[in-house]
Structures are given as C-alpha cells and as structure tokens.
C-alpha cells in the first residue's frame, strides 16, 4: 500500500494524487495495485461523508479525482488471444455509481472477456433481456448504496422465476456489499476486486 497516495486521495489533494499515480506508473507499480491504493482512499471519503466530515460535493469531487487519475493510468492492455466468453455487467436501479463497474468492465475486457456493460440505474427487464440475448454463465451486479440490497435481491429472484438461473452465476459487489448481504440477495460471489472477478470468471467459462 502507497500511504501517501491513500492519505492524498482520501483529503482530496488533487495535485498530489495525480502526481503520485503519474510517478507510480513510471516506476511500473503494477495498475491494479494503483487502483487499489485510490479505492482504499474513496473508501475514507466515504466514512467521512458517513461522519458529516465531508458533504456531497467532496463525493462529486472524489470521483473527479479518481476519473482524473484513471486518465493517467491509462488502458490496462487490450485482450489478446481468443474470446474468453460474455459477461453481462451493470449498476442495480436507483444506483448510479459507476467508477467500480467500469474498473471491472475494463480489467475484464483485458483479459479477453467480452463484457456487456448495461450501465448504471439499470431495471430487471434490461438483465432479463441481456441474459436472454447473449446466454452469459455469469453477470455481475454493483451495487453501492444498502438502500438498494432489497433491489438486487428482488432483480436475482426475477431472474430466478423467469427461469434463467440455472446454469448463470451472479457476481455482486460494491464498497457496502459484503458476505452476509451478498447472501441476503442471493448472490454466488461478493467480488470486492475486479482480479477476483476475472479469476471466478476464468474458471467459471473453463478458461485456463
Ligand atoms: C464517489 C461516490 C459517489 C459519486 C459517484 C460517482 C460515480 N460516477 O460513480 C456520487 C457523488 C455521484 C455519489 C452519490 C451518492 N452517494 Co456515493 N459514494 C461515493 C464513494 C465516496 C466512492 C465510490 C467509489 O467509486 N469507490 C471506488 C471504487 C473503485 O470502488 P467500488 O465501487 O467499491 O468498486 C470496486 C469493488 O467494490 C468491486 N466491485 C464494484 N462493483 C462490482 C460489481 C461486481 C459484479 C463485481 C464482481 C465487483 C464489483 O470492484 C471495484 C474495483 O475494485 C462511496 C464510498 C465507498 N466506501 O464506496 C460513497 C457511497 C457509496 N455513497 C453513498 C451515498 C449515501 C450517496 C448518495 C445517496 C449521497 C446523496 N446524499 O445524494 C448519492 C446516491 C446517488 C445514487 N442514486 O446512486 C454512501 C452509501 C451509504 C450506504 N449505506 O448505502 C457511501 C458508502 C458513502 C458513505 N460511507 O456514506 N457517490
């Protein structure tokens, strides 16, 4: 763990951040351990926020930051070799967090997986229809706010009595998600990264 990237991303020190990715990824700190040092920062802005510390705009501000540093992270590799099969991602309805979701999406796509990505805010009918449309063994759903568990929980049951969970694995994740929530809704896995993802999703598809 960086501290010193931690501590900037979690007081906002734009400058600072920026910089630290930027010399990070020159001394070839490998991406997923930058992302995970900015994720443990979003994550103090988050309790801060929580003890009114923070306000709304430091969360807008937070993403800013983030999306910002991402630039500078650049691609994390284009997918090589053949197809190693679909996965339907998305953000549950009334959530519109999106940074978590697009790491996955994009770590994913690196390692050859052909991601779906069905954005954020995103209601059942739209999972029903992916799933029915492109046959995925596994999705995944972020979500981040625990005011949308029972949603998630509702969108895996629908899923269920249309018939389509058979031979699907559902991934959730998400800052809040954890085990026992991820067994409240229904889930398989709780991924709380996106390498997690991709190593579930490498044995799910029997990629080796
Ligand atoms: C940035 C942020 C925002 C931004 C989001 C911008 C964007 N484009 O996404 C904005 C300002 C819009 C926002 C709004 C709100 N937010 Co907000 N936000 C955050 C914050 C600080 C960081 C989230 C983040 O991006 N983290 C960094 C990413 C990289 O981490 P991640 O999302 O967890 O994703 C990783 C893993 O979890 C995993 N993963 C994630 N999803 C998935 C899915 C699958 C399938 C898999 C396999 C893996 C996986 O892989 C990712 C990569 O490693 C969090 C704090 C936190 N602890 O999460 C609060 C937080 C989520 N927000 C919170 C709240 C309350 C809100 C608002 C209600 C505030 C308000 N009063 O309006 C609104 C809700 C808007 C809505 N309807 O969705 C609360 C939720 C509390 C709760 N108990 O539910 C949090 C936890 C802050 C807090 N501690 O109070 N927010």
Redesign the pocket.
Same mark, same amino acid.
């Given at each position: 763990m960086n501290k010193k990237l931690v501590d900037a991303m979690a007081d906002l020190d734009e400058d600072v951040v920026l910089a630290e990715v930027k010399a990070q990824k020159e001394n070839g700190t490998p991406v997923l351990d930058i %992302?995970a040092d900015? *994720?443990e920062g979003?994550?103090i802005?988050?309790?801060r926020?929580?003890k009114k510390e923070y306000f709304?705009s430091e969360? %807008?501000m937070? @993403?800013e930051v983030?999306n910002e540093a991402s630039e500078i992270i650049g691609g994390l590799g284009e997918a090589s070799g053949p197809n190693n099969g679909i996965f339907v991602?998305g953000t549950i309805y009334? =959530? %519109?967090? =999106?940074?978590?979701?697009n790491?996955?999406t994009t770590v994913m796509k690196s390692n050859g997986f052909d991601v779906k990505d069905l954005g954020v805010d995103v209601p059942t009918s739209k999972y029903i229809e992916a799933i029915k449309q492109y046959k995925p063994k596994v999705i $995944? %759903?972020?979500c #981040?706010? !625990? !005011?949308c568990f029972d949603n998630v929980k509702q969108c895996i049951k629908e899923i269920e009595d249309a018939g389509l969970r058979k031979d699907l694995k559902i #991934?959730? $994740? $998400?800052?809040?998600?954890d085990e026992n929530a991820g067994k409240y809704m229904g889930a398989d896995l709780v991924?709380? =990264? @996106?390498q *997690? !993802?991709v190593d579930f999703c490498k044995k799910a598809m029997g990629v080796k």
């Open positions: %992302i900015l *994720q979003m994550g802005v988050g309790s926020f929580e709304l969360l %807008i937070s @993403a983030f991602m009334d =959530d %519109i967090h =999106d940074i978590g979701k790491i996955v $995944g %759903i972020s #981040l706010l !625990t !005011t #991934l959730v $994740g $998400g800052g809040p998600v991924c709380k =990264d @996106a *997690q !993802t």
